[in-house]
């Protein structure tokens, strides 16, 4: 059975600080790895990894896929009170998505 | 452009009752994937829907039903709710089903 685990489950930071959030897998037929952020309802779309050792960069936030140990981080740096969501990991294996439980992130002002 | 839109936002049924629960594509996209969402946990995979053919059906019971329109919008139908029913349920699609999904708000869905 797939495996998608995140860590920590939950975190508290005040705004300027950095976070580093992580991400595990084991999936048949791993076709690539997505990050997602959860405010409200609907999961918005942060990045897509497929290959290894590629950082992907949008703004403050940056993510890497390690696909020989399994793993991906995503941090968030200079954050601020509107990155307080959840974070959601999923792994795509062909024509659905296996999410991780999410980790959520409080920033304080 | 219009994201992925969803009706009704929330609605509460009683146990046994049965729900429709539909969702529109963005414009171009020809899948539709459903997913449920507990409070605490990270969505689970229900179905998977291109070009109106079935592609994947994810660990629900068969009172779990979906489909795809040929204008490529979906209804999932759920029949003799449970109380453990109770969840978000999210729609995304996606340009064909290999590509990057993208979520709508959700229906939240209560069962008394």
């Known amino acids: 059975e797939d495996k998608v685990v995140q860590s920590p489950l939950s975190l508290v930071v005040h705004e300027g600080d950095t976070v580093t959030l992580n991400c595990s897998y084991e999936?048949?037929?791993?076709?690539?790895l997505l990050w997602y952020k959860q405010e409200k309802k609907a999961p918005t779309f942060l990045f897509m990894l497929?290959?290894?050792?590629i950082e992907k960069k949008s703004g403050r936030l940056s993510s890497i896929l390690d696909k020989k140990e399994l793993f991906s981080i995503l941090n968030i740096t200079a954050t601020q009170t509107g990155d307080s969501a959840v974070y959601l990991c999923?792994?795509?294996?062909?024509?659905?998505?296996?999410f991780g439980a999410g980790t959520t992130v409080t920033v304080r002002a | 452009d219009a994201g992925v839109t969803q009706s009704p936002t929330h609605l509460i049924k009683t146990r046994g009752q049965h729900v429709t629960l539909r969702c529109s594509p963005i414009?171009?996209?020809?899948?539709v994937s459903w997913y449920q969402q507990v409070l605490g946990q990270g969505p689970q995979f229900i179905f998977q829907?291109?070009?109106?053919?079935?592609?994947g059906r994810g660990n629900f019971p068969d009172r779990f039903s979906a489909r795809q329109f040929p204008n490529y919008s979906s209804e999932l139908n759920v029949n003799a709710l449970l109380l453990g029913d109770s969840a978000l349920y999210l729609c995304?699609?996606?340009?064909?089903?290999?590509?990057?999904?993208?979520f709508g708000p959700g229906t939240r869905l209560t069962v008394l």
């Open positions: 995304a699609s996606s340009l064909v089903f290999s590509d990057t999904q993208y």
């Open positions: 999936v048949t037929n791993f076709r690539s």
């Open positions: 497929t290959s290894s050792g």
């Open positions: 999923a792994v795509d294996n062909d024509y659905k998505l296996s």
């Open positions: 414009s171009g996209h020809k899948s």
């Open positions: 829907y291109y070009e109106k053919e079935e592609r």
